[in-house]
């Protein structure tokens, strides 16, 4: 029974929806307690109240799409920055709201996912506290230099993100190097068994999913391969090895596979057939391309014994799928070696069985 997937974005849905929502009961706090000192309430004020409270629920209630936007969160700075306008208007003291904007600034700014982003966020609220400090007539007061202030506080900041999206980016090429050195062969350069098993994989799953999608494994075994490695050398024979897998390549379309399965076998992923002619013209391709001689420091050639199997065999794992593609190799071989043959299912597996 395959277990549900995880949704990644949850927890940072989550912790987003949770700082908008304190956030806004900060607001409405502070909003609330400075009203208080002014009973009753005025009309305009129960009006910023009820609108703060739909800002509060919000949050609460839009879809988890939206809450890293940002246009969604500058949305709401860009209402409680509104907010602090109005009731700096009416207060005789700037200071708290100082605070209320630095504050503002910082929860806002610190969770902005990218640099352009922070700026973006951090230049409406700098905007909009330059604008009250215009509308109060404070612009030639000590205060401007909050202004300042909180740009320098979104330059530090955006410097800080840079700093550490350039570290996770470091450390993801590291991995995907680590990654990439593990599943490369490293004699040929081409995927080793284990990526190509993972490709053979999300091709099955892919079928799975469209029926229509079909594939074909080809597995070669090189003809004349040990006598020329054990005359010549291993090194004659490594460059053998090299060179025929740059002839398999070429003989592929783009997006189709080339493996190193090990020693002197190969592996081809070919994708979208329609049938096992497509799977066969590869097949023959090959063939033709290996009877071209090889210069090792004099010239030899290898031929290929290969067997096909196709994605119709329906198989749930890719290690049965080149099962079936080894045991019809083993069939090529037995009957003389340099031709191809296609997969039977009952006859190959046989075959595979009395191998081991």
Same mark, same amino acid.
């Given at each position: ?136 007539? %404070? ?101 053998? %090895? ?115």
């Amino acid at each position: 029974m395959m277990q549900p997937r995880r949704n990644p974005q949850f927890p940072e849905t989550t912790r987003a929806r949770v700082y908008l929502v304190m956030l806004q009961l900060l607001f409405v706090a502070i909003l609330a307690v400075q009203f208080l000192r002014t009973l009753p309430f005025t009309q305009l004020q129960g009006i910023l109240l009820g609108v703060l409270a739909i800002l509060m629920v919000t949050p609460l209630t839009a879809p988890r799409r939206l809450l890293t936007t940002t246009w969604f969160i500058a949305f709401v700075s860009l209402c409680d920055s509104t907010m602090l306008l109005h009731t700096m208007q009416h207060m005789s003291t700037i200071e708290p709201w100082i605070m209320c904007e630095f504050l503002l600034l910082i929860v806002t700014v610190s969770y902005a996912p990218s640099v352009p982003k922070i700026v973006v966020l951090s230049g409406l609220v700098a905007g909009l506290y330059a604008l009250s400090l215009y509308r109060l007539g %404070l612009f030639g007061t000590d205060h401007v230099f909050l202004l300042l202030v909180l740009l320098c506080v979104s330059l530090a900041l955006a410097g800080k993100a840079r700093i550490v999206q350039a570290e996770i980016e470091r450390i993801t090429e590291t991995d995907e190097q680590t990654r990439c050195r593990m599943m490369t062969d490293v004699l040929t350069g081409l995927p080793n068994r284990a990526q190509f098993l993972e490709q053979v994989a999300r091709a099955i799953q892919c079928g799975r999913a469209d029926a229509d999608i079909q594939f074909a494994i080809l597995f070669i075994d090189l003809d004349g391969f040990k006598p020329i490695n054990a005359r010549l050398g291993h090194k004659a024979g490594d460059a053998v %090895l090299r060179h025929t897998a740059k002839r398999f390549q070429a003989c592929m379309r783009k997006g189709d596979t080339v493996g190193r399965y090990g020693g002197d076998e190969f592996t081809l992923l070919v994708h979208h057939v329609t049938g096992p002619g497509d799977a066969i013209r590869v097949a023959e391709r090959v063939l033709a391309k290996l009877k071209e001689p090889i210069d090792v420091g004099e010239p030899v050639m290898v031929g290929a014994s290969i067997g096909i199997a196709l994605s119709t065999n329906l198989h749930e794992r890719p290690e049965d799928m080149i099962r079936d593609a080894d045991g019809a190799m083993y069939r090529a071989k037995a009957q003389g070696k340099n031709q191809y043959v296609v997969s039977d299912q009952a006859r190959d597996k046989r075959v595979v069985q009395a191998k081991w």
